[in-house]
């Protein structure tokens, strides 16, 4: 079985591209077209999909048929490697930070009923989890797993990510919102000249900047990093802050374009983009593509 929306192996590729219209965008004379990479597939979307798929494909050239991941217990990650792990047949570990709480929340529940292993760790070790200690404790309990870090953003990353842009050439910005820094490295190493706009969605994320630099060497992309623009300064006070004015822009998003968005990534990548445009950040005639993300 294969349709249009699927690669050789069976994996979604295809989403959308569409231009919106807003009048703030004619009076700063600026070009905004969102990558529905929402639209991928009903749970495989967005940017998690593509950042696992080259791993899946290396996972299975290995011979390892169990995927091991780290993530919160609200984790789009940890969901999106549950999907994956079921659709193509990995059996998948979650280490999940911190204690279990019962009930599990919705998003726990779907990734136990996709048969994922839910491993609990507590946030003091968790901290260490990419120590040899912790990771050798791991393998221990889950022995040949393919071990995906946090947020999927490893080199096998990029390649994902690059085909979310693949073709989409012409633009002057790729922007895209930035949590572990995997999809800001794949639209570097994809753009060729443009500016990647990334807006960070973590408080005191300046880190980010290094991350994303070391994730381009291991791709060996280490001169596309001066075409980083990190955005701080849109992170609403942190990761999963809901401050009122976010949240009526997403609702105000929603209603203008009919494109659903959510406060901790997307929310504040289109709140960034309006606020610098009002603000005169680009210059006039600017074409710019926006990552939709996903995490619906
Ligand atoms: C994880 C996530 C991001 C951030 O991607 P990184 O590669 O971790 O920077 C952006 N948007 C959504 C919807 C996400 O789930």
Known sequence: M??????????PVYSPVQQIRDPRL???????????????????SGNKWRKLKYNLIEARKRGQNRLLTFGGAYSNHLYATAAAGRI??????????????LPLNPRLQYMRDQGMVLRY????????????????????????????PEGGSNELAIPGVLEAIEKLFGFDYYACACGSG???????????????LAVAVLKGAGFLAYDVHRLLESH?????IDRLDLQLDYHFGGYAKRPKELLDFVADFKRRFDIAIEPIYTGKLFY???????KGYFPRGTKMLALHTGGL
Not at 2 to 11: A, E, R, Y
């Open 26 to 44: 004619d009076r700063a004379a600026v070009e905004l077209w969102i990558k529905r990479e929402d639209l991928i597939h009903p749970v495989l």
């Open 182 to 196: 995997g999809t800001t490295a794949g639209l570097l190493a994809g753009c060729h000249s443009a500016t990647v």
């Open 121 to 148: 760790m507590d946030r003091s070790t968790y901290r260490n989890k990419s120590t040899g200690t912790v990771l050798a404790q791991l393998s221990e309990e889950y022995p040949d797993s393919y071990v995906i």
């Open 220 to 224: 060996s992309q280490q001169m596309q």
């Open 272 to 278: 960034a983009l309006f606020d610098l445009i009002e």
């Open 88 to 101: 193509f047949g990995f059996e998948t570990v979650a280490v999940v930070r911190g204690e279990e709480t």
């Open 2 to 11: 294969s349709t249009s929306n699927q690669d050789i192996l069976g994996f």
